[in-house]
Structures are given as structure tokens and as C-alpha cells.
């Protein structure tokens, strides 16, 4: 057990994080706290991880609306971006608001054709969808005994945890929202709005349950290895 903690000499160990996980070549420990305190800012590894993730969502948020039109303008009928947003929001704590806005803000909105005054509010959606998982994740996951990170999706506590935290009520919120910024700004007809609500929440859900799920499991445990989760609100 003694050998198990032992870290390697050029690893510098964090005060505030005594069971923090050596780099990839070290432990295969994983265990960090994470809260949504403010401690400072990220590392500049960690800003390349947010940015990274920023642009891969904004891209996806644009091609799910261009190459798939749904029934109502600026809403896909398949919005795959939703299955990486997530474990994207549930990672990087704070910054989630920031990728969350700018993928919908500009991917879903500017780039797809959304006027700039319509696609402000629009934006707003994915706050609803990916920031409310990820801070009930933070503020909930540890008095549940499930990960604040959702790598252990495949339990039965921690599905259940995600169904009811970041699948379920943050889409149907969440495209009830969407759809009514484009239905009072013109951009949807009323007899699209219940259509186009159904679609994007239950379409989302599949999304999020399908791909959502399997990168949580895989990859959270290779993301937290390297470092590059946010364990307080940015760093």
C-alpha cells in the first residue's frame, strides 16, 4: 500500500491536492478532489485543454446545424457537439461557461445564419445544458458517492446520478429555452415550436446518453492523469 502512494522525485505535489495523481508515467491513481472554489488560475497546459475543447465544440455546434437541418432554422435535427459538451463541461469546471457560450454563441448561432441579436440569447441554452450538469456534478457528486467527474457513469449509482444531473431535465430545460428564443425573435412559425422542442430535447438525450457516456468512462481517467481537469472553479 506504502509503495502504491510513492510518487516520483520530479513530481511537484500540490499542498492543497496531497492525493493528487503523478503524471501519466507514474500512478495509476486518480484520485483529486474537485470543488468550485477560486485558487488561481490554470496552468498553460490546462488553457490549451479549455481552448482546445472551445474549438472542437464551437465546430461541432456548426456542422450539427449546417450539414443536418431540423425542422425549425438553427435547430439540427442531430446536435452530436451535445455528446463531447458535456464531459467537456464536467472536466473543466468553470471555463464550461465559457465553452459552453462561445460553441453555441458562434457555432449554433453566428456561423449557422442566426442574427447577432437572436444569437446572444440563443447562446444561453447551453448554459442550461452542459454549466447546470457540471455545477450539480461539483456541488452534489461527492454527498451522492459518485465521481464529481462522471467517470464512473457505468455504475449504477453514477447512471442513475447522470440521468437525473445531466441527461434528462437540462435538455428538456434546455430546448424548451432554445426554442422559444427563436420562436419570440421570428426565427421559428408557432406550429414548429412543439416539434422543434421534441426533437432537439429527445434527440439530445440519446446524444448525451450514447457518446456523452462512453467518453466519460474512457477518456475522463486519461484527461485527469495528464492533469488537465480543473479541480477548483479554473485551475
Known amino acids: 500500500m506504502e509503495d502504491s502512494l510513492k510518487r516520483s522525485d520530479n513530481v511537484e ?3 492543497n491536492y496531497p492525493d493528487e495523481p503523478p503524471a501519466i508515467e507514474g500512478s495509476a491513481s486518480t484520485s483529486i478532489r474537485y470543488t468550485f472554489r477560486f485558487t488561481g488560475w490554470p496552468s498553460l497546459s490546462q488553457l490549451v485543454a479549455v481552448a482546445v475543447a472551445t474549438a472542437v465544440y464551437t465546430v461541432l455546434s456548426w456542422l450539427g446545424v449546417v450539414t443536418l437541418p431540423g425542422p425549425a432554422f438553427g435547430v439540427s435535427t442531430i446536435f452530436i457537439a451535445i455528446g463531447f ?9 468553470g471555463w464550461a461557461f465559457v465553452i459552453a457560450y462561445i460553441g453555441n454563441f458562434v457555432g449554433a448561432g453566428l456561423l449557422s445564419g442566426i ?3 437572436v444569437a446572444i440569447p440563443f447562446g444561453a441554452a447551453d448554459f442550461i445544458q452542459l454549466c447546470i450538469p457540471m455545477l450539480l456534478y461539483r456541488f452534489l457528486a461527492y454527498r451522492f458517492g459518485v465521481s464529481p ?11 442513475i446520478f447522470f440521468l437525473l444531473c445531466a441527461v434528462i431535465p437540462n435538455n428538456i430545460i434546455g430546448g424548451l429555452y432554445g426554442n422559444l428564443v427563436l420562436l419570440l425573435t421570428g426565427q421559428e412559425p408557432a406550429n414548429a415550436f412543439i416539434p422543434g422542442w421534441v426533437t432537439w430535447s429527445g434527440v439530445n438525450i440519446i446524444i448525451v446518453l450514447v457518446i456523452g457516456s462512453i467518453l466519460l468512462s474512457t477518456l475522463t481517467p486519461i484527461v485527469e492523469r495528464f492533469g488537465l481537469t480543473i479541480r477548483d472553479a479554473l485551475r
Open 85 to 93: 459538451g458535456l464531459p467537456f463541461a464536467l472536466w473543466f469546471g
Open 13 to 15: 505535489v500540490n499542498r
Open 115 to 117: 442574427p447577432v441579436l
Open 149 to 159: 467527474v462522471g467517470k464512473d457513469v457505468f455504475t449504477l449509482r453514477g447512471f
